[in-house]
């Protein structure tokens, strides 16, 4: 699939050491470095494609972004994939209801999440794929588990035993029963007679009346979530028989950590027989004037309403970095009038001729990013340098600190 089009980054001024990059991991709940390496593999779990792209997506994928803009800075290449769930019950519900194919709903919600990442100046994956061109690859997932004697059938549906992964659980560290908890609420199905173990993961499940399926060697069906992930990011982003792991980093929103990525990562492991992710990085979840975002609640705050109520999408981009990319954020609708109107500062004070000292603004930058996409110390360093140079300072060069801010913070002013 087609993901939206390539940005120009500019180069970063010459003379700046670029430090290696830390981050939150949370399989060790550690901050650690990531190794220098020439090349990185970058997953990132995208949308089921019915309800884009709110505010809680634009969070995750700033976070990813950053952090590909970081990595590509060191010099290293970053190679970089995103999965779409173009076949779910979520969306086959939401079309039932609107009266429309879940084609049709899949489309028009892709088409609307590449704009907005367009407008939010979010570099492309080098593949962007769905689920639905993806099956044959997905279906060779789900045999290599067969093969292995990693599942079984329920009803002719087949499940994975987790515990073909002696790590199963070890990114997540939650306690047993709270992953029956997370399970039960995120979709799973702990509950189903049959089950030899209640966290075992869907991996194909058999057409269903009315529902669409796709030919297998075990029956026509769907796969499952999980799956879908460890196929796409097993098969796009390769790794040689020299890579301790399969990939590098496996990013998404906090509520993936469990069950999707604790899932997907066993899977890969018992399909590969190599831990999945070197870092697992996860962006805290977005709320709104104190409750949860979410669609039950209908309180969905979308990317789309607020760049066509009159607001720029790196007024977005600079609302969001306020706040530390690991923690929770309550939106409030006067962040993105404060962060517009900073924004506009800031253009203004990059048009002027005579600005304040920009290296060390420059240098701070990098080494707040370096230190776990340390953002809020980011905004608040350019915020002193717009009221240095409104003070009347010299001494700058706005050409480099503005091609800086493009290039690391993806800020196009
Ligand atoms: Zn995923």
Redesign the pocket.
């Given at each position: 699939m087609n993901g939206w089009p390539l940005l120009y980054v500019p180069e970063i001024p010459a003379g700046y050491s670029i430090p290696e990059l830390r981050l939150l991991n949370t399989a060790t709940k550690e901050i650690e470095t990531i190794p220098q390496k020439s090349e990185y593999r970058l997953?990132?779990?995208?949308i089921t494609p019915y309800d884009a792209t709110h505010l809680g997506h634009a969070a995750t994928y700033l976070v990813f972004d950053l952090i590909h803009r970081y990595l590509r800075a060191t010099g290293a290449r970053v190679r970089f994939v995103q999965?779409i769930?173009d076949i779910d019950d979520p969306l086959l519900e939401r079309a039932a209801r609107d009266s429309i194919t879940w084609e049709e709903l899949a489309q028009s919600q892709i088409d609307l999440f590449r704009g907005d990442m367009t407008d939010l100046h979010i570099l492309p994956p080098d593949f962007y794929m769905g689920v639905v061109e993806s099956m044959s690859l997905i279906i060779s997932a789900v045999q290599k588990l067969i093969d292995a004697g990693h599942t079984y059938k329920v009803n002719g549906d087949i499940y994975f035993r987790v515990h073909s992964d002696p790590d199963f659980g070890t990114r997540s560290k939650l306690s047993h029963d709270q992953m029956m908890e997370i399970f039960r609420e995120r979709g799973g199905d702990p509950d189903r007679v049959g089950k030899e173990n209640p966290l075992d993961a869907l991996v194909w499940l058999a057409q269903r009346p009315g529902e669409p399926g796709w030919e297998s060697p075990f029956g026509i069906g769907r796969p499952g979530?999980?799956i879908?992930?460890?196929a796409?990011?097993l098969n796009f982003l390769q790794s040689s028989s020299d890579d301790e792991y399969s990939i590098d980093i496996?990013g998404?929103g906090s509520d993936?950590i469990f069950p999707?990525?604790e899932m997907?990562a066993s899977q890969s492991f018992s399909i590969t027989g190599k831990p999945f992710s070197r870092f697992y990085v996860h962006a805290g979840m977005v709320g709104l004037d104190g409750q949860k975002m979410s669609k039950s609640l209908g309180n969905l705050v979308f990317v789309s309403k607020i760049i066509s109520s009159g607001f720029e999408p790196m007024a977005i981009r600079w609302a969001l970095m306020k706040h530390s990319y690991d923690q929770d954020v309550m939106w409030h609708h006067s962040m993105i009038e404060s962060a517009a109107a900073e924004i506009e500062e800031l253009r203004e004070c990059l048009s002027r001729v005579d600005v304040a000292p920009t290296e060390s603004v420059i240098s701070a930058l990098i080494s707040s990013l370096s230190n776990n996409l340390d953002t809020a110390h980011v905004v608040k360093e350019l915020k002193l340098w717009i009221q240095e140079t409104k003070s009347g300072k010299t001494g700058g060069h706005a050409g480099e600190l503005s091609r800086a801010i493009d290039s690391l913070l993806g800020l196009a002013l």
């Amino acid at each position: 699939m087609n993901g939206w089009p390539l940005l120009y980054v500019p180069e970063i001024p010459a003379g700046y050491s670029i430090p290696e990059l830390r981050l939150l991991n949370t399989a060790t709940k550690e901050i650690e470095t990531i190794p220098q390496k020439s090349e990185y593999r970058l997953y990132v779990c995208g949308i089921t494609p019915y309800d884009a792209t709110h505010l809680g997506h634009a969070a995750t994928y700033l976070v990813f972004d950053l952090i590909h803009r970081y990595l590509r800075a060191t010099g290293a290449r970053v190679r970089f994939v995103q999965n779409i769930t173009d076949i779910d019950d979520p969306l086959l519900e939401r079309a039932a209801r609107d009266s429309i194919t879940w084609e049709e709903l899949a489309q028009s919600q892709i088409d609307l999440f590449r704009g907005d990442m367009t407008d939010l100046h979010i570099l492309p994956p080098d593949f962007y794929m769905g689920v639905v061109e993806s099956m044959s690859l997905i279906i060779s997932a789900v045999q290599k588990l067969i093969d292995a004697g990693h599942t079984y059938k329920v009803n002719g549906d087949i499940y994975f035993r987790v515990h073909s992964d002696p790590d199963f659980g070890t990114r997540s560290k939650l306690s047993h029963d709270q992953m029956m908890e997370i399970f039960r609420e995120r979709g799973g199905d702990p509950d189903r007679v049959g089950k030899e173990n209640p966290l075992d993961a869907l991996v194909w499940l058999a057409q269903r009346p009315g529902e669409p399926g796709w030919e297998s060697p075990f029956g026509i069906g769907r796969p499952g979530w999980h799956i879908e992930c460890s196929a796409i990011a097993l098969n796009f982003l390769q790794s040689s028989s020299d890579d301790e792991y399969s990939i590098d980093i496996q990013g998404g929103g906090s509520d993936l950590i469990f069950p999707h990525h604790e899932m997907s990562a066993s899977q890969s492991f018992s399909i590969t027989g190599k831990p999945f992710s070197r870092f697992y990085v996860h962006a805290g979840m977005v709320g709104l004037d104190g409750q949860k975002m979410s669609k039950s609640l209908g309180n969905l705050v979308f990317v789309s309403k607020i760049i066509s109520s009159g607001f720029e999408p790196m007024a977005i981009r600079w609302a969001l970095m306020k706040h530390s990319y690991d923690q929770d954020v309550m939106w409030h609708h006067s962040m993105i009038e404060s962060a517009a109107a900073e924004i506009e500062e800031l253009r203004e004070c990059l048009s002027r001729v005579d600005v304040a000292p920009t290296e060390s603004v420059i240098s701070a930058l990098i080494s707040s990013l370096s230190n776990n996409l340390d953002t809020a110390h980011v905004v608040k360093e350019l915020k002193l340098w717009i009221q240095e140079t409104k003070s009347g300072k010299t001494g700058g060069h706005a050409g480099e600190l503005s091609r800086a801010i493009d290039s690391l913070l993806g800020l196009a002013l």
